[in-house]
Each structure stands twice: as structure tokens, then as C-alpha cells.
């Protein structure tokens, strides 16, 4: 699994409350006119635009609960196509200590620390937007579901119930790009060798009544600041980024499948 610092818990900058050191990119989201206790559905569209058919890169957003400091996450990797066919990887996660589940996507723990990791895979579409809708069904009960926005199809990632005392999904919070296998080891020459990718981040919204959405540009950290030829603009349906460099395999050894 990945492996995310908990730093955010730490500090107060922004920065800080992104997942560790070696990530790539941030990108900060907000919602207007939240209600104290939170609300009860956010959907983050993504788009991969263009990655690798090959693990390595996970794009996400993170949220907090009223009530509780840790945070969900949910969000797309790539996989190998498979049989011809293209497969995504969706992920939904609460590192909130406490978390419980019996869905069969779904098992205890998340990135070697408290909470519950979700995940499905499904024969999708790059280029295409997905909705990643994170929503409460009943008392304290969580269902993360992606949707084909061109289809409408619906698959559901996982769900899980969060500890007493944990409310609705707060105003703010930001999403982030990372090359996870980096989280593991770090190759030789690993900012140069790191694989292509093109995403949006789309704005994010809420059946909430008068809530309304914004997607910050993106903005590198990391130890690659600098040397990964970054570039983030708005774009009509929210705010692209893109990072890396065609052809590279991640790996620094040139192996092209490596995790
Ligand atoms: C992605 O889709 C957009 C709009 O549908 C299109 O303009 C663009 O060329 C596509 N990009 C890739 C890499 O396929």
C-alpha cells in the first residue's frame, strides 16, 4: 500500500497538509456556505487526460469530517490494460481511527496506520471524467462511488462507518498527484525519470443548497520542485496539471513495469 506522513496533523500551512515529502503536486478545493456539522455528499470530478498504462501515479482529493481531524481520501490510479481492455483503479480511504467496514472492497487499515482502504477496479476510459462521489447514506455511514459522467455508470468503490462523535464533509481541503512507488524507494535520478501524466482536477460540488464549488491551479512540492517540467492552468471544466516526461519508466533503470 501507500505510504502517506501523517504531517498534516502537525502543521498549519498548506503544504503541510499534504501526504509526504515526495509527492508531486497540490491542489487546494473549497466549498461555500458549509453547515457547522458538515455535509452530507461531495463529488470531485477527475480527469486523467493522458497517463502510462502502468501503476505508479495516484491522483486524488482528500476531505475532513466535522468532528474528527483525520482525513478521507478518494481518487484514481492507472493499472495495465488487461485483455485488451483499459483498467482504473478507484480508491476510498478514511484514516479516521475507528473506522469500521464489512464491504467486501474494503479492509482495515490505511497506509500502515488507524482507518479502512477501499478499493475497485473497472474496464474504463482515460480522457474521460469520473465522478468521485462521497456521500452519506444513513447515521455515519460513508459509500464512495465512482461515476462515468458519459455513460452514467455507476461503481462503487467501498464504504465505511465512521466513529461516533464524526459529522458531514467540511468546507476545504486540497487533492494531490504522487508517484507512490517513491514513497517506497527512491531510485537514482528518479525526478527525471518520472513518467508523463495530464490531469484535471475538476470543481467540486454538493447537492447542498447554495454551495458552490472552486479548484485552486495546482502548485508543485516535493523534491522535484523545479525539475519535472510542472505546468497548471484553468481550464474550462476545473484545473489541469501535468508533470513528467514521455517515455520515462519511473524507475531510473529503465524497467517499465514495475509495481
Ligand atoms: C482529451 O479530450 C479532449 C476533449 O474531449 C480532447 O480535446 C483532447 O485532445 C483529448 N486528449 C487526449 C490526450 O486524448
Same mark, same amino acid.
Given at each position: 500500500?501507500i505510504?502517506?506522513?501523517?504531517?498534516?496533523?502537525?502543521?498549519?500551512?498548506?503544504?503541510?497538509?499534504l501526504?509526504?515529502?515526495?509527492?508531486?503536486?497540490?491542489?487546494?478545493?473549497?466549498?461555500? =456556505?458549509?453547515?457547522?456539522?458538515g455535509?452530507?455528499d461531495?463529488?470531485?470530478?477527475?480527469?486523467i487526460v493522458?497517463?502510462?498504462?502502468?501503476?505508479?501515479?495516484? #491522483?486524488?482529493?482528500? #476531505?475532513?469530517?466535522?468532528?474528527v481531524?483525520?482525513?478521507?481520501y478518494?481518487?484514481i490510479q492507472?493499472?495495465?490494460?488487461?485483455?485488451?481492455?483499459?483498467?482504473?483503479?478507484?480508491?476510498f480511504?478514511?484514516?479516521?481511527p475507528g473506522?469500521?467496514?464489512?464491504?467486501?472492497n474494503?479492509?482495515?487499515?490505511?497506509?500502515?496506520?488507524?482507518g479502512?482502504?477501499?478499493?475497485?477496479? @473497472?474496464?474504463?476510459? #482515460?480522457?474521460?471524467?469520473?465522478?468521485?462521489e462521497?456521500k452519506?447514506?444513513r =447515521?455515519?455511514? @460513508?459509500?464512495?462511488?465512482?461515476?462515468?459522467?458519459?455513460?452514467?455508470a455507476?461503481?462503487?468503490?467501498?464504504?465505511?462507518?465512521?466513529?461516533?462523535?464524526?459529522?458531514?464533509?467540511?468546507?476545504?481541503?486540497?487533492?494531490?498527484?504522487? @508517484?507512490?512507488p @517513491?514513497?517506497?524507494?527512491?531510485?537514482? =535520478?528518479?525526478c527525471?525519470?518520472?513518467?508523463?501524466?495530464?490531469t484535471i #482536477?475538476?470543481?467540486?460540488h454538493?447537492?447542498?443548497?447554495?454551495?458552490?464549488?472552486?479548484?485552486s491551479?495546482?502548485y508543485?512540492?516535493g523534491?522535484?520542485v523545479?525539475?519535472?517540467?510542472?505546468?497548471?492552468?484553468?481550464?474550462?471544466?476545473?484545473?489541469?496539471?501535468?508533470?513528467?516526461f514521455?517515455?520515462?519508466?519511473?524507475s531510473?533503470?529503465?524497467?517499465?513495469?514495475?509495481y
Amino acid at each position: 500500500m501507500i505510504i502517506h506522513s501523517r504531517i498534516w496533523k502537525l502543521a498549519t500551512s498548506l503544504l503541510a497538509l499534504l501526504p509526504t515529502a515526495l509527492a508531486l503536486v497540490g491542489s487546494g478545493w473549497s466549498l461555500s =456556505n458549509v453547515p457547522a456539522n458538515g455535509l452530507r455528499d461531495v463529488t470531485f470530478p477527475i480527469t486523467i487526460v493522458e497517463a502510462d498504462h502502468f501503476a505508479g501515479y495516484y #491522483f486524488a482529493q482528500q #476531505f475532513n469530517f466535522a468532528g474528527v481531524s483525520d482525513v478521507g481520501y478518494t481518487g484514481i490510479q492507472p493499472r495495465p490494460d488487461s485483455g485488451g481492455k483499459v483498467v482504473l483503479h478507484g480508491v476510498f480511504s478514511s484514516f479516521v481511527p475507528g473506522t469500521t467496514t464489512n464491504d467486501k472492497n474494503c479492509s482495515p487499515g490505511a497506509d500502515g496506520g488507524p482507518g479502512v482502504s477501499c478499493s475497485v477496479e @473497472w474496464n474504463g476510459v #482515460f480522457n474521460r471524467t469520473y465522478d468521485y462521489e462521497v456521500k452519506t447514506t444513513r =447515521n455515519r455511514v @460513508w459509500v464512495g462511488t465512482a461515476i462515468d459522467t458519459v455513460s452514467g455508470a455507476r461503481v462503487q468503490i467501498g464504504s465505511w462507518t465512521l466513529p461516533t462523535g464524526s459529522g458531514g464533509i467540511l468546507g476545504s481541503q486540497v487533492g494531490f498527484v504522487e @508517484w507512490y512507488p @517513491w514513497n517506497v524507494v527512491v531510485p537514482p =535520478n528518479h525526478c527525471a525519470n518520472l513518467p508523463y501524466q495530464k490531469t484535471i #482536477f475538476g470543481v467540486p460540488h454538493t447537492t447542498h443548497a447554495g454551495s458552490i464549488g472552486t479548484q485552486s491551479l495546482s502548485y508543485e512540492y516535493g523534491d522535484c520542485v523545479g525539475q519535472v517540467a510542472f505546468h497548471t492552468e484553468q481550464v474550462v471544466s476545473g484545473v489541469e496539471n501535468n508533470c513528467g516526461f514521455r517515455g520515462a519508466t519511473g524507475s531510473g533503470k529503465g524497467v517499465r513495469t514495475l509495481y
